[in-house]
């Protein structure tokens, strides 16, 4: 089936870097787009960046711009989100999911999140 | 990009009809039809409930529906049920290629 598997928990001090993978399996990598949202505790859902699986193009939230790096290896069908400078506020569930063949589409599958935890 | 605005709870009894609004601006919910509504139960990741406004995903719920009207889209969840319980999100893209979530509504099922 389709299905978006994540990478596990993690636990970084602040200033650490954390990187989050997802890996697709069940459809066509490249055919459609990965978006990335996260969650804080209590929180609501916050968009932070999109992937073209097949071309590579991208687009960041402006919040993330250079702090954010979202890639992709089409050989395994796996996108990866990678954060730097982290800090407490940045204590979340990451969610990878699947769009469809454009950018504004809707998302209709999501990964199982992934808790990073940001605590010294 | 500001977070779309929706109100943080409504409530229903069952049977009853409610309606979620979203509201944005012209560089989003009005400049697109591309705005869709999400739910998402404690603990679990959201499920996609409406797309481009007004579609519904296969093997979603007929009571639920989804329209727009200049920068404000809506969702209304018809014949309530205790299932409908959770927190609904709306969504939508912007005139600068990102996504924009609405800070989310706590549904609540008297």
């Known amino acids: 089936q389709v299905q978006l598997v994540q990478s596990g928990a993690e636990v970084k001090k602040p200033g650490a870097s954390v990187k989050v993978s997802c890996k697709a399996s069940?459809?066509?990598?490249?055919?459609?787009?990965i978006q990335w949202v996260r969650q804080a505790p209590g929180q609501g859902l916050e968009w932070m960046a999109w992937?073209?699986?097949?071309?590579?193009?991208?687009n960041y939230e402006q919040k993330f711009q250079g702090r954010v790096t979202v890639t992709r290896d089409t050989s395994i069908s796996t996108a990866y989100m990678e954060m730097s400078s982290l800090t407490s506020d940045d204590t979340a569930i990451y969610y990878c999911?699947?769009?469809?063949?454009?950018?504004?589409?809707?998302?209709?599958?999501w990964g199982q999140g992934t808790m990073v935890t940001v605590s010294s | 990009q500001s977070a779309l605005t929706q109100p943080a709870s409504v409530s229903g009894s069952p049977g009853q009809s409610i309606t979620i609004y979203c509201t944005g601006t012209?560089?989003?919910?009005?400049?697109?039809?591309?705005v869709s509504w999400y739910q998402q139960h404690p603990g679990k990741a959201p499920k996609v409930m409406i797309y481009?406004?007004?579609n519904r995903p296969s093997g979603v719920s007929n009571r639920f529906s989804g329209s727009k009207s200049g920068n404000t889209a809506s969702l209304t969840i018809s014949g309530l049920q205790a299932e409908d319980e959770g927190d609904y999100y709306c969504?939508?893209?912007?005139?600068?290629?990102?996504?924009?979530f609405g800070g989310g509504t706590k549904l609540t099922v008297l």
């Open positions: 992937i073209s699986p097949n071309s590579g193009g991208l």
């Open positions: 069940g459809y066509t990598f490249t055919g459609y787009y």
């Open positions: 999911a699947r769009g469809g063949i454009s950018s504004w589409d809707a998302i209709d599958i």
């Open positions: 969504s939508s893209y912007t005139t600068i290629s990102t996504v924009v």
């Open positions: 012209s560089s989003d919910i009005g400049g697109y039809k591309y």
């Open positions: 481009d406004v007004s």
